[in-house]
């Protein structure tokens, strides 16, 4: 079995990025992998990614933790003014770049024989970002309501290529937006990937 989804996995990944179904298929098959070993949990970013790609809202412990950051920078912004590029909590930056997606994707599945070379390059990761975001736009963290203490839901979008090209040439523009508790007030961050 595990063989079966290293051929699935080695096959996408020599194919180019182009829709929302390819990004999908590969996140599903990787997590079969990662669960079927056992270690997927050992992966809290990609198992927080991949669910989010599956589940119309996310309310778990991991989506919670998320919620936190931002609860966080927002004490901190209402106390000092900071913006949200001063203020570096590592898993925050690394969760909005999705650095860390990427690279416990790559950790993962390189143990079991994945080739992943290809999730390393831009080529391959600028379009797989652009349809993953598709794939989650309408699906916001969410969170409980005691723990809602300034920001209740974090969503994200991609800018379209062609603007996000002609602002950052040779960059993806990944919008995050969080909702502040109890107001109709959004406020909003962009990544470049």
Same mark, same amino acid.
């Given at each position: ?5 290293? $051929? *699935?996995?080695n096959? $996408?990944?020599?194919? @180019?990025?182009?829709?929302? /179904?390819?990004?999908?298929y590969?996140l599903?098959?990787?997590r *079969? %992998?990662? $669960?079927?070993?056992?270690?997927? !949990?050992?992966?809290?970013d990609? &198992?927080?990614?991949?669910?989010w790609?599956?589940h119309?809202?996310? /309310?778990g =412990?991991?989506a919670q933790?998320?919620l ?15 913006? %949200? ?5 590592? =898993? ?6 999705l *650095?860390?997606?990427? !690279?416990?994707?790559?950790? #993962? %599945?390189s143990?079991? #024989?994945?080739?992943v ?8 990761w600028? @379009?797989f ?16 309501e ?22 950052? @040439? #040779? ?5 995050? *937006? ?5 107001? &109709?007030?959004e ?7």
């Amino acid at each position: 079995m595990r063989g079966d989804i290293v $051929e *699935k996995l080695n096959r $996408e990944f020599e194919e @180019p990025i182009r829709n929302e /179904r390819q990004v999908v298929y590969i996140l599903v098959e990787a997590r *079969k %992998l990662l $669960e079927q070993e056992g270690v997927l !949990e050992t992966f809290s970013d990609f &198992k927080l990614c991949s669910d989010w790609a599956v589940h119309p809202k996310l /309310r778990g =412990p991991a989506a919670q933790q998320m919620l936190g950051y931002f609860n966080t920078y927002e004490i901190e912004h209402a106390k000092s003014g900071v913006t %949200l590029q001063q203020f570096q909590p590592k =898993p925050l930056q690394d969760f909005l770049s999705l *650095k860390s997606f990427r !690279e416990e994707m790559m950790a #993962g %599945l390189s143990s079991y #024989g994945v080739d992943v070379g290809r999730i390393s390059t831009d080529e391959f990761w600028q @379009p797989f970002v652009q349809c993953y975001m598709g794939v989650i736009r309408d699906c916001p963290l969410e969170a409980w309501e005691q723990n809602a203490t300034h920001v209740s839901h974090v969503s994200a979008l991609a800018w379209p290529e062609e603007m996000a090209n002609q602002i950052f @040439p #040779g960059k993806r523009v990944v919008q995050w *937006k969080w909702k502040l508790t109890g107001t &109709k007030e959004e406020k909003d961050a962009c990544a470049l990937i």
